[in-house]
């Protein structure tokens, strides 16, 4: 480290890294933090990288934390950090670039003592280390003079940056590292139990200026997140470039030597981020890191999430709107944005917290005509379930549920005709409308969860989101009108066996009470998706021949149910049409046999059919509604999405907010 290039297996006897971490005060403003800060150390930017470096320097970051208390050093790192800061802006505009490089560095190894304190002791004693006041000579004119917390000064400073520095070929890093140096700081819930936890750090972040910073740390977080911009090619070691185009070559070629791994991509392609770039993969994680914490006091305001509530589009002609919003920004960029990252579950989240809470932009995303753009991503997610998390597929579900209480959306999914799903691989999809798609995918689901979940949540929004747009089904494709009906079959076989089990005299069958609430829900299931049939039928029977088809098919299916108290109200309309229908049947000169003949029955049938015939029930209407003290869910989720996505090492060992999947 310092002028020369360091590999990692060095740095644990790098003589800079000792003086740092040694027994001896070092001032503000000595030689040395010029030498150390021209390092040419290969910058970790995948999880591997990370843990290498951790690994290599834990025996420098332990002398540190011995020593900090007596000499300073940690202290004064910072204040060499925020001296420096304070002259980024003018420093960019004039594109020195070395001085730049040099405030990134300082950065990166507050960064990486940061997250070696948090790791390893409590917030109390973290921030014990901000607070060393030892006898040095302190550089004239430093932001230790000030009033607040070194913390808290960092932060501000940290977010100045963030705001005030372009996002440049040369200070793309340095954002990256802003944003990185934010997430280890607020990491501090990720080493307690309780998810609503008062955290200094979080205070300083919502409260005083950074609260008032707020809106325009979002919008900025959000713009990273939509432009997408990739790590610049200067840095691809192919092109033999560097971060100082030329300047001082020989240290900055060290600097970037693995660069490349992580920052385009890094991660591996099942884990969501492979395609995603560094900075916006990052400015997503902080961005929902900020807006989903809450502290011990529930009324306590978070300006993160007030900010990410209430942002408008450009242009907005509302002057209603203009006086509630707290920035305004490009509807469409954001949502293109979006539906070229779903695969990822942070921005499903962010998705969710979007439709849930900003009006104006569920509004916008509900009058898209691309909206397949959107769905079928979230539908190819669903449609993967058993590679996904659970918290993942119930964010995709809710989407759905959300969307679905919209009954133009309920309608125009089934106008839109796709040509061809290639990822759907049981069957080969040809002109089948996005609405007929849904409908496959919420059902395998469904089936999936039954099978292997047996998960009474997921039900019920599935079931729900079906329910919504059952009025609406249109031109159903015959595959998805036989779907519907397999589904309920397989819950006829399941509650046949469970009401075997729980009337059975055997002695021998244990669990009886586990088998008596298993049907009770199975009943639940059934009757629901018999309310979804009957809503079809009675809304749309003329527009649906297939599922006719599918209902006389398998017509015995439903008899087992037209004596039992829970389904006979709802179970004779659907006797009502098969009974018709079977009659135009017997009507023929001779019984039509092949599928093509019936289908023309049915038609014709359709067409005569009396519209007040069916028993009228409550429309199908359901809303979702967030539980009770949601951040019990969200925070913990949130964490473990850093925790898997950040191109950062968390010592999993020390972890308390979750249960890490270490892979």
Not at 214 to 241: H, I, K, W
Not at 448 to 457: A, C, S, V
Request: hydrophobic content about 40%; some cysteine; aromatic content about 8%.
């Amino acid at each position: 480290m310092g002028v020369g290039s360091s590999s990692m297996t060095e740095l644990a006897n790098n003589d800079y890294l000792l003086r740092l971490a040694g027994k001896e005060p070092i001032s503000d403003n000595d030689p040395f933090w010029n030498q150390l800060l021209s390092f040419s150390l290969p910058t970790p930017l995948s999880t591997p990288e990370a843990r290498q470096l951790e690994d290599a320097t834990k025996p420098i970051c332990k002398s540190l934390v011995e020593n900090n208390p007596q000499t300073g050093n940690f202290c004064a790192l910072i204040r060499v950090f925020l001296r420096r800061a304070g002259e980024l802006k003018t420093s960019t505009q004039c594109e020195n670039n070395v001085f730049v490089w040099q405030s990134y560095n300082a950065l990166f190894i507050i960064r990486c003592l940061c997250k070696h304190f948090i790791e390893i002791m409590s917030e109390e004693k973290v921030l014990k280390h901000f607070t060393v006041t030892a006898a040095q000579k302190k550089a004239p004119g430093n932001s230790s003079e000030s009033s607040a917390p070194l913390a808290e000064t960092l932060i501000v400073s940290i977010i100045q940056l963030l705001l005030q520095i372009p996002v440049l070929n040369f200070t793309y890093l340095l954002h990256l590292e802003a944003i990185n140096t934010l997430l280890v700081l607020l990491s501090v819930q990720m080493f307690v139990a309780r998810a609503a936890y008062k955290s200094v750090l979080h205070d300083y972040l919502a409260e005083g200026k950074c609260a008032k910073a707020a809106p325009l740390l979002v919008r900025q977080l959000l713009y990273n997140f939509t432009t997408q911009e990739m790590c610049p090619a200067s840095f691809d070691r192919a092109g033999g470039g560097s971060l100082l185009y030329g300047i001082a070559s020989g240290v900055a070629s060290g600097i970037w030597t693995i660069l490349t791994l992580g920052i385009g991509g890094g991660g591996h392609p099942e884990d969501g981020i492979a395609n995603t770039p560094a900075l916006a993969n990052q400015s997503m994680l902080l961005l929902l890191v900020l807006a989903n914490h809450c502290g011990n006091d529930k009324d306590t305001r978070n300006p993160y999430r007030e900010a990410l509530i209430s942002f408008v589009n450009i242009p907005e002609t509302s002057t209603e709107a203009q006086i509630d919003a707290s920035f305004n920004i490009k509807f469409a960029s954001l949502y293109n944005a979006i539906c070229g990252q779903l695969n990822n579950d942070s921005t499903i989240l962010l998705l969710y917290i979007l439709l849930h809470r900003n009006q104006h932009f569920k509004t916008f995303i509900l009058s898209r005509l691309n909206i397949e753009a959107l769905i079928l991503p979230i539908l190819q997610t669903l449609y993967h379930v058993a590679d996904r998390s659970s918290h993942h597929i119930y964010m995709a579900l809710i989407i759905i549920l959300i969307l679905s209480e919209d009954d133009a959306f309920s309608k125009s999914v089934h106008e839109i005709i796709l040509k061809s799903v290639p990822w759907y691989t049981e069957r080969a999809l040809h002109k089948i409308s996005l609405g007929g798609l849904l409908i496959l995918v919420v059902i395998r689901t469904i089936q999936f969860n039954i099978t292997r979940m047996r998960d009474k949540y997921l039900h019920t929004n599935c079931l729900a989101a079906l329910a919504n747009m059952s009025a609406h089904f249109h031109s159903l494709h015959q595959y998805v009108a036989q779907r519907i009906i397999s589904l309920f079959e397989l819950l006829c076989k399941k509650h046949s066996k469970f009401l075997e089990l729980v009337t059975s005299p055997d002695p021998t069958v244990k669990h009886l009470q586990d088998y008596t609430q298993d049907l009770a829900i199975l009943e639940e299931v059934i009757r629901m998706v018999l309310e979804i049939i009957n809503s079809c039928l009675t809304s749309l029977l003329q527009h649906n021949p297939h599922l006719v088809y599918a209902l006389l098919h398998k017509r015995h299916l439903f008899e087992q149910f037209r004596t039992h108290h829970t389904f006979q109200d709802i179970i004779q309309n659907i006797d009502t049409v098969i009974t018709y229908f079977n009659s135009k049947m017997e009507q023929c000169p001779t019984r039509p046999s092949e599928p093509h003949e019936v289908l023309e029955v049915i038609e014709m049938g359709a067409r005569q059919w009396p519209r007040d015939r069916l028993k009228k029930f409550p429309e199908l209407r359901f809303k979702y509604v967030e539980e009770e003290q949601p951040e019990e869910f969200f925070i913990p989720y949130v964490w473990s999405l850093v925790f898997q996505k950040s191109r950062l090492h968390w010592d999993p060992n020390s972890i308390q907010l979750f249960v890490p999947d270490v892979q």
